[in-house]
């Protein structure tokens, strides 16, 4: 694993962290199933998943694309869910 701290590994943390907490948030308020999936989502995002992907299967998640589906994920918790009519947005 890689133990340095750098931008990718840092928002990797961060994008990831916030994921898991929106998934939280449906599975508690809204319906298990867009919160399950938050939360399957959120572990691509974590830096352990991503170097078993890198060390298992050959590859790896890019930065940007990361950057893409926290994007999408926001959009659809914020836009189109039941978590933002919730939570007031």
Same mark, same amino acid.
């Given at each position: 694993?890689?133990?340095?701290?750098?931008?990718?590994?840092?928002?990797?943390?961060?994008?990831?962290?916030?994921?898991?907490?929106?998934?939280?948030?449906?599975?508690?308020?809204?319906? @298990?199933? @867009?919160?399950?999936?938050?939360?399957?989502?959120s572990?691509?995002?974590?830096? @352990?998943?991503?170097?078993?992907?890198?060390k298992?299967?050959?590859?790896?998640? @890019?930065?940007?694309?990361k950057?893409?589906?926290?994007?999408?994920?926001?959009?659809?918790?914020?836009?189109?869910?039941?978590?933002?009519?919730?939570?007031?947005?």
């Open positions: 694993m890689n133990n340095t701290l750098n931008f990718s590994n840092l928002s990797s943390w961060f994008f990831g962290i916030l994921v898991l907490a929106i998934g939280l948030a449906n599975l508690v308020l809204v319906h @298990p199933v @867009p919160g399950s999936i938050g939360i399957l989502l572990f691509l995002f974590f830096p @352990p998943i991503n170097d078993g992907l890198r298992g299967l050959g590859f790896s998640i @890019p930065i940007g694309i950057i893409a589906l926290f994007l999408v994920i926001i959009w659809f918790t914020l836009g189109i869910s039941d978590l933002g009519e919730i939570m007031g947005f």
